[in-house]
């Protein structure tokens, strides 16, 4: 995705290379808090104080191959104190409130592959939030590590480094998320041949 | 076989991070427990099946950041702020030391810190350098003599004073030993007599059971000694008899064998005499 040199080059104070940085990780960034919030507005504030926070301690990053690891520590961190501030502050998205059904929906904007059939899109966009759903289900410290394996395609090592665990742990932690997840998969009854039909 | 995966192990199998000999190990293990397989390829399709969760698509916002080495004026670096700060603390104490009337002297080695109007110590006139050798020897004598005097004195009074209180003790020690005495003396004669009839009467007592004791016990040891004597009569006797039974026997066999050999000759004489006899003839 980047090499050591722009990072490097960031840590040094090169403002563009900061720039770059983040154009290259945002929507990971995003997308792991969205995928553990499944609520733009908190994913966006996450995202938005990770990179902020990169900006001011890049300077301190000490191996340039570690930035990784530190990038996603950040957002980790980031996310848990949304969810703390949220569990004591509840509040709904605009962008959560019912989105309707079929044509009114507007889901239709968010649809990944604008050349893709409507319908179909629809029908993805709204099994992936069923799906997202059953992910916000699982305890935090698993779906951390299910994001971070599943999504981000981080290694168990790169896991255990950014929550500062044992990589025993991390899968631990994996298999009893795995666990989980089949038994809310089974109690909603979706199994691979209705996504099958609904694909 | 008692082998069983952890999760870690599983994990690591539906991941496809497992050494070669691991895998072979689960393998046969999956064979043995087919449920477990069954479980672990329902973990893997839930893993499947969450795969078709999208990513959103999201635009990275313009980055504007403030470039705080540059714009910075000069007076706000480190380095001003911290000098300025030093500044103002020295200025500050000197403010306050003039106010409390503070003065630092150092002279010949010595420091002073002042507060207040400095006053003006007395001169001390050297008194001790005016006196010659000899006065000072005069004076050092006549002060040893009085010493010497007052010591004496004292030692003396000392000394009658430890004499008088000797004499009192001795007297009345040897009042005290003399009445001991005289109490002792009155108190020894009946104890004495006392004394001497216990004595007596203890060694009565111990001659009476001297003697019985030691007549009862002459008495049992005639008894047993009268009593072993008959034994040993008896024994006698016994061994006695059975000498002279053997000696009786021992004749009778004797007896037997001279006849039996009598007999013996005479039939010899008797069976040659027949011979001669049918010879003859």
Request: charged content about 30%.
């Amino acid at each position: 995705m980047h090499s050591d040199t722009l990072i490097a080059r960031a840590r040094d104070g090169d403002k563009n290379a900061q720039g770059k940085l983040v154009q290259l990780w945002y929507k990971r960034i995003y997308n792991y808090s969205y995928k553990f919030f499944f609520d733009h507005d908190l994913a966006m504030e996450a995202a938005q104080k990770t990179f902020i926070s990169m900006h001011r301690n890049v300077g301190g990053l000490q191996d340039c191959g570690k930035f990784k690891s530190w990038l996603y520590t950040i957002a980790v961190n980031y996310c848990r104190e949304e969810l703390r501030k949220n569990k004591s502050n509840r509040s709904v998205s605009l962008h959560d409130l019912k989105p309707g059904e079929g044509e009114d929906s507007y889901r239709w904007e968010e649809s990944r592959n604008r050349s893709e059939n409507p319908e179909s899109q629809l029908r993805h966009t709204e099994l992936s939030d069923l799906l997202q759903k059953c992910l916000t289900e699982l305890p935090p410290e698993q779906r951390e590590v299910v994001i971070m394996k599943e999504y981000e395609g981080l290694k168990f090592r790169e896991i255990a480094d950014v929550l500062n665990i044992s990589e025993n742990t991390v899968k631990s932690r994996m298999y009893y998320a795995l666990d989980e997840l089949k038994r809310i998969l089974d109690r909603k009854q979706i199994t691979k041949e209705s996504i099958g039909y609904e694909l | 076989m008692n082998y069983k995966p952890d999760e870690n192990t599983l994990i690591a199998y539906l991941y496809g991070e497992l050494d070669e000999k691991e895998q072979e190990k689960l393998t046969q293990y999956f064979q043995e427990h087919p449920e477990e397989l069954k479980h672990v390829q329902a973990l893997a399709q839930a893993r499947d099946i969450m795969g078709a969760i999208n990513d959103k698509e999201v635009i990275a916002p313009p980055v504007f950041m403030d470039d705080h080495s540059h714009g910075r004026p000069i007076w706000q670096s480190a380095t001003v702020r911290w000098g300025t700060a030093i500044a103002a603390s020295f200025l500050f104490l000197m403010v306050a030391a003039k106010l409390i009337g503070m003065e630092i002297y150092y002279s010949q080695g010595e420091a002073r810190i002042t507060f207040g109007k400095k006053e003006a110590v007395p001169v001390q006139t050297d008194a001790v350098s005016r006196l010659t050798v000899d006065q000072v020897q005069t004076m050092i004598r006549s002060s040893l003599v009085k010493n010497n005097e007052f010591i004496a004195a004292r030692w003396a009074d000392n000394q009658r004073k430890l004499d008088e209180s000797i004499r009192n003790r001795l007297d009345v020690n040897s009042k005290k030993t003399e009445d001991m005495m005289k109490n002792a003396s009155l108190a020894s004669q009946e104890q004495i007599r006392s004394f001497v009839d216990g004595l007596q009467n203890e060694n009565l007592r111990s001659m009476k059971d001297y003697l019985q004791l030691s007549s009862a016990e002459q008495k049992k040891y005639v008894e047993s000694l009268l009593v072993d004597f008959s034994k040993y009569l008896q024994e006698q006797r016994n061994q006695d008899l059975t000498l002279f039974q053997t000696r009786m026997s021992s004749m009778e066999r004797n007896t037997d064998q001279f006849k039996q050999e009598t007999e013996q000759i005479l039939s010899g004489i008797i069976s040659s005499s027949a011979g001669k006899k049918e010879n003859n003839y």
